[in-house]
């Protein structure tokens, strides 16, 4: 289990959005190299970057960037999202040191585009499921897919990926707490690993989350958080503590 520092990377910039928008963005610094380099000091084991110009495009914009942080801390794994829509997307970062991309809209919207990501790069690709209401958002969440989250876990199973980072955007960036239940309800439902994302905001809910995954720890990957840390409600050092307790 671990817990997972999140950086949005918005025309160069680090960011946290409120439920995805990106009209309501707060910056919190504008050299997101420093900030990977901060989250390794502060005890994080793995960084999740999210190209936030690229998810909105449909292709990477801040490629170059997530390199130099990429380089910047080593030996630390980095996952990447946002407008990875091609096998040839997802070769680049990983010839660069990335160590897994995730792949969402691309995916929900041509489910043989995954199949073959997965089977290329196995154990290196992660689904990105966005939910609204339980059902899949793309597009940098703009749009309502209308396909269930827990179906796509379901199909996607069968794959060799490397799990699912399962986001609930109405909680994302609102610091009003985790969705459990709903994420719990993924996992178990599907039968793979699960990465809960949004709406973390303190130790109580890594505790919730450690909680009831009780009997079923292979399912909980870990956790990514990001206004939390940013604002200062949530220790990196402490809550990887508390997961590893």
């Known amino acids: 289990m671990q817990l997972i520092p999140a950086i949005d990377l918005k025309q160069g ?9 990106m009209d309501d963005a707060t910056v919190f610094s504008s050299d997101p190299v420093a900030m990977a380099e901060h989250w390794q000091r502060q005890g ?6 999210v190209d936030l110009d690229g998810a909105f495009a449909g292709l990477p914009k801040n490629r170059q960037l997530i390199q130099d942080m990429v380089v910047a801390v080593g ?14 997307i997802i070769e680049a970062y990983l010839q660069v040191g990335v160590s897994r991309v995730i792949v969402g809209t691309k995916a929900i919207e041509d489910f043989e585009f995954l199949v073959n990501a997965a089977e290329r790069f ?3 690709v992660l689904l990105g499921l966005d939910a609204r209401n ?10 309502d897919s209308g396909i269930s989250a827990l179906a796509f876990a379901r199909k996607a199973a069968a794959l060799p990926i490397a799990g699912i980072v399962y986001t609930d955007i109405d909680r994302d960036g609102m610091m009003s707490g985790v969705n459990v239940d709903a994420t719990v309800a993924l996992a ?21 989350l450690k909680e009831a995954f009780a009997d079923c720890p292979e399912l909980f990957l870990g956790a ?21 307790a």
């Open 134 to 143: 339980g059902a899949v958002a793309t597009h940098g969440w703009d749009e």
């Open 188 to 208: 178990r439902g599907a039968g793979v690993g699960v990465v809960a994302s949004g709406g973390i905001a303190t130790l109580h809910d890594l505790q919730r």
């Open 122 to 124: 196995p154990q290196q």
């Open 75 to 88: 030996d630390m794994p980095v996952q990447v999202g946002g407008g990875i829509r091609s096998l040839e």
């Open 13 to 21: 910039q680090c960011v946290r959005l409120r439920q995805g928008r």
């Open 44 to 49: 994080g084991r793995i960084l999740h970057i």
């Open 224 to 244: 990514i958080t990001g206004r939390a840390i940013y604002e200062g409600d949530l220790s990196v050092a402490e809550g990887q503590s508390l997961l590893d």
